[in-house]
């Protein structure tokens, strides 16, 4: 069973600071997506990642895939209160392509 | 398009109560799937349809759990009887495709059984 396993499980920082959440698995995944999710809504696609150390940017999120296809990184630069939320890795398994969820990082960014 | 549209938003049960919740997936859409998330064990796929058709159904938790898609643009995730521990927010998703093709969610549907 491929499984995805975040840390950390609960970030607590103040506005301006800088932070990365990981992603790792021991199972290579063909793609990467990272997702985003407010409390009382679904998830939302922020970014997928294909290539093996490919870095994708979204304004002060940076995203990295690792060499293997292992692991992924999220970086959010100069955190603001909207940044707050629930950053989930998923990856496709290698058997039909269903998307496993890793547990997620509660992210939270005080003013 | 108005997304994936779930329904009902919020469901309050008693054991022992059947559950039916509901979903419409993005029209042209193909795959459809039903997740489950609680704290504890996060997100987990429940089970996933493609162009209507069951294609893998081993998150189902056991058979009082069962799921339909009797067309393209609507599935039913019912829940008989109900129990405690089945509370969670349930999630519908649809999408193009799968691997690195964007999975839509719904707003989700917290359910309750007390």
């Known amino acids: 069973t491929q499984l995805l396993e975040q840390s950390p499980q609960f970030l607590s920082i103040q506005e301006g600071e800088n932070l990365t959440v990981y992603c790792n698995s021991s199972?290579?995944?063909?793609?990467l997506q990272w997702y985003r999710q407010e409390p009382g809504e679904g998830p939302v696609l922020l970014v997928t990642?294909?290539?093996?150390?490919e870095v994708k940017k979204l304004k002060r999120l940076t995203f990295q895939f690792g060499d293997a296809r292992k692991d992924s990184s999220l970086h959010i630069t100069a955190a603001q209160p909207g940044d707050t939320g629930l950053y989930l890795c998923?990856?496709?398994?290698?058997?039909?392509?269903?998307?496993?969820f890793g547990q997620g990082t509660e992210l939270s960014v005080k003013p | 398009d108005a997304g994936v549209i779930q329904s009902p938003r919020h469901e309050v049960t008693e054991m022992g109560q059947e559950v039916t919740l509901r979903c419409k997936p993005i029209?042209?859409?193909?795959?459809l799937f039903w997740y489950r998330q609680t704290m504890m064990r996060g997100l987990e796929l429940l089970i996933y349809?493609?162009?209507?058709?069951?294609?893998?159904d081993s998150g189902m938790p056991e058979d009082r759990f069962s799921a339909k898609m009797p067309n393209a643009s609507f599935s039913t995730l019912k829940i008989q009887p109900s129990e405690p521990r089945d509370s969670a927010v349930y999630f519908c998703?649809?999408?193009?495709?799968?691997?690195?093709?964007?999975?839509?969610f719904g707003q989700g549907t917290r359910l309750t059984v007390v």
């Open positions: 998923a990856g496709a398994d290698n058997q039909g392509g269903k998307l496993i």
């Open positions: 990642v294909v290539t093996g150390g």
């Open positions: 199972s290579v995944f063909s793609s």
């Open positions: 029209s042209g859409h193909d795959y």
């Open positions: 349809f493609n162009n209507n058709v069951p294609i893998d």
């Open positions: 998703a649809s999408s193009l495709g799968t691997g690195e093709t964007e999975a839509f």
